[in-house]
Nanobody, 123 residues
């Protein structure tokens, strides 16, 4: 499975971005997916996850109320709508496919990773 993340960019604080993650194979339609991020000098952290059918979602506390994760009906494309962005959201954002139908917050639950897309929020 190859994952292609896109949609990152430079935005001012309070602005919005929508990230996309396209999967090369239908395998991901049976698996949970998630977004992680890595800020400069920090460890990779979980942002949001979604189940194989889109019915279950979970968010990091930092994302709750501002970010929305979704996926298309075919299950091959995942999105992250990010609103009210803050400078501390600056990071490289990675999408990932879980080993199971529902993934959690642990990176070891995911076996396929995209190349990342840079999000920079200016103050």
């Amino acid at each position: 499975v190859q994952l292609q993340a896109s949609g990152g960019g430079l935005v001012q604080a309070g602005g919005s971005l929508r990230l996309s993650c396209a999967s090369s194979r239908r395998t991901s339609s049976n698996n949970g997916m998630a977004w992680f991020r890595r800020a400069p000098g920090k460890e990779r952290e979980f942002v949001a996850g979604i189940s194989w059918n889109g019915q279950y979602t979970n968010y990091a506390d930092s994302a709750k109320g501002r970010f929305t994760i979704s996926r298309d009906r075919a299950g091959n494309t995942m999105y992250l709508q990010m609103n009210s962005l803050k400078p501390e959201d600056t990071a490289v954002y990675y999408c990932a496919v879980a080993r199971r139908a529902v993934g959690g917050a642990g990176a070891d639950e995911y076996n396929y990773w995209g190349q990342g897309t840079q999000v920079t929020v200016s103050s």
